[in-house]
């Protein structure tokens, strides 16, 4: 490498520390993070001056090709700090602008400024996640406790509020653009586990009411795993995180007078539950460096999840939902790299719905109380039609890169360019033909139809 060697136009560094040498005097150690962009000025270091006990040398290098407004959330960051959720992106919560939210049921939505969450996109490997048909911003991520991504595949990421490039598209608030882990020439593995049950908390005022606690739990564990196929060649990493939860909740009514005259075997059904949630992720990724010019990489994530709701404050467990909320994806690169050029070739495919579904079928019946405006006392029986919906997104993508740098008639300008087809088949359903509601009335002279 010689003075002033733009790191970018190398094409296959990946983030991480590098050893640098350009001759006698110019070494140094070198820190990439993720979608940055370093020029170096590998002139002969000044010696070491010594002043007093302080040592001071001039090896940091700063970002000067951008005008993004970013700030990078380290690997360590992610490792090491406690959260409460294993969702990677709470972190972002520390950039100022962003903010991680995580309402009283778990669910979880991250916001960039004054804009809503839908505004946001989050990258993988340079692949948006953008939800297209449902709330959240990104795919999978709308009222859910569940996580976009194992946080154990992700190296670090970068967190962009304003400024951002061409390359980030479908976006009005903030950018994610997170890196995935690969495999090594060694191999590394490591895992993790939580716990807490019912007698690790307090009992809530329905179970003290009840006189016992509905057994609850909170479970959540993975692994990773990589290493070389083929050493210096081929590479791998794989991953897996799950999460079971059962959340305390309690079915109240929505009108205190007119819960005192339900039948009884409707008022019975208030009282302590629990809302049910499992979800599995599983991401795997391959890398091939057949020359020193090329890399190729296939990597799949797949996202299973299911979760009950629509139980609470007039509304009794047996008119819960359940939603399935899915999503896999597949890419595959090509990085090439040439002597005054970089092009990347990327294929994608995506199959993400979210579709909730009533838990039973067959009549149910919301019963209020006239005196209040027809006020709700309590939903009980097979869910309303209006609950069953399914919403999907599925196609495939094709993008390619090509970046120009170096050429004698650039002089120190980058030219890029390239193309991007998308074709996303798009599924909105919003209500089913089943289950129908009956309502009653509750008055002080008794219930009618």
Known sequence: MGAGTDLAALGLFRDGTYRVDAGGGTEKNVTLTVASTITLDLQPQAPTEELATVTVRTTRPTEVKTSEIATIIPQVQTDTIPQITRNFLEFADTVPGMAFIVDKNGNTSLRGGAQNDSAVNVFIDGVGQKNYVKEGGVAGQFFTQGNPFPQLAIGEYKVITSNYKAEYDQITSAAVTAETKSGANEFHGEAFGSF?????????????????????????????????????????????????????????????????????????????????????????????????????????????????????????????????????????RWQHTGDRWFNELLATFEDAFNAPTARTFGNGAYYTYQPNQDELVLNVGPASPLATQNKAQRGPAIKDDLTLNGLQWLGDHIIKTGFKLKRVVLTAQDAADINPQFYYDVNPTGSRF
């Open 196 to 332: 807490t049950g019912q007698n690790f908390r307090a009992a809530t005022p329905a179970e003290v009411h009840a006189g016992q606690k509905t057994p609850t739990s909170d479970k959540e564990f993975g692994a990773a795993f990589g290493g070389p196929i083929i050493k210096d060649r081929l590479h791998f990493f794989v991953t897996y995180e799950g999460k079971r939860f059962d959340t305390p909740i309690a079915v109240t009514p929505g009108n205190v007078l007119g819960a005192s005259r339900l039948p009884a075997d409707v008022a019975a059904q208030f009282g302590p539950s629990s809302l049910p949630f499992k979800e599995d992720l599983y991401f795997g990724k391959v890398e091939w460096e057949p020359t020193d010019k090329d890399r190729f990489v296939v990597s799949a994530k797949v996202r299973l999840e299911t979760q009950a709701t629509n139980i609470g404050v007039a509304k009794a467990a047996s008119t819960s939902v359940v939603v399935e909320n899915n999503d896999t994806r597949v890419d595959a």
